[in-house]
């Protein structure tokens, strides 16, 4: 695990630090939960040696809900370190290895753990305290940072003001991040030769 401490999330210095490179965050587009090669893997393929090529990364979507969650990332951090006691400290990117090849944008790192807080809507954040369990939908993020950076456990937080929190200690999936490592070595070398290929064009 290498930490890059001093670049700041969504900055122009962060932007380029993650380009062409497979981030936590998008691992559903390389593996699905069930531990499947995902359909969107091609695509994400182009992009990321697209990327490695113009050195940066393209522009990406976001709405109002989004901005929002950006917004209030400050205030859900303090909220989790008031309700666990944990003190969670901020980090630009985390590199698996000195490779740099793959990476994860942790909303912060603990000592031996590491921190996703996500800010939905009044009704997600209502189904997930009723389900008070992980949404399939970060399951690949969630573990994929732990592959990242090595750690046992991770913690997430969905938090919408006016509502009780909700706070997840997660374990790995020592079965599904094996099928990680094995399809993200194929996923690079086919990144590799998509660079190549247009490199020389």
């Not at 522009?59 to 990332?73: C, L, V």
Request: glycine letters at 8%.
């Amino acid at each position: 695990m290498i930490p890059v401490w001093d670049i700041e999330q969504g900055s122009e210095a962060w932007f380029q630090a993650k380009a062409g490179r497979p981030g936590a965050s998008s691992f559903d587009r390389i593996i699905t939960t069930k531990g499947e090669p995902s359909k969107s893997r091609q695509d994400y393929i182009y992009e990321l040696a697209g990327e490695r090529v113009i050195g940066r990364q393209e522009a990406g979507y976001s709405n109002a809900h989004m901005q929002r969650g950006t917004e209030m990332e400050g205030e859900s951090r303090a909220l989790f370190e008031l309700t666990t006691g944990f003190e969670v400290r901020q980090v630009g990117v985390v590199y698996r290895d000195k490779s740099m090849r793959v990476l994860c944008s942790p909303d912060g790192l603990m000592e031996t753990s590491g921190l996703e807080m996500k800010n939905p809507m009044l009704k997600t954040h209502v189904k997930y305290l009723i389900a008070n369990k992980l949404s399939a939908d970060y399951f690949c993020q969630v573990q994929g940072s732990l592959w990242v950076c090595g750690f046992e456990t991770w913690w997430f937080m969905s938090a919408y003001p006016g509502l009780p929190p909700l706070i997840l200690k997660l374990h790995r999936d020592e079965k599904w991040i094996a099928r990680l490592a094995v399809l993200m070595n194929e996923f690079l070398d086919e990144i590799d030769q998509v660079y190549n290929e247009i490199s020389r064009r």
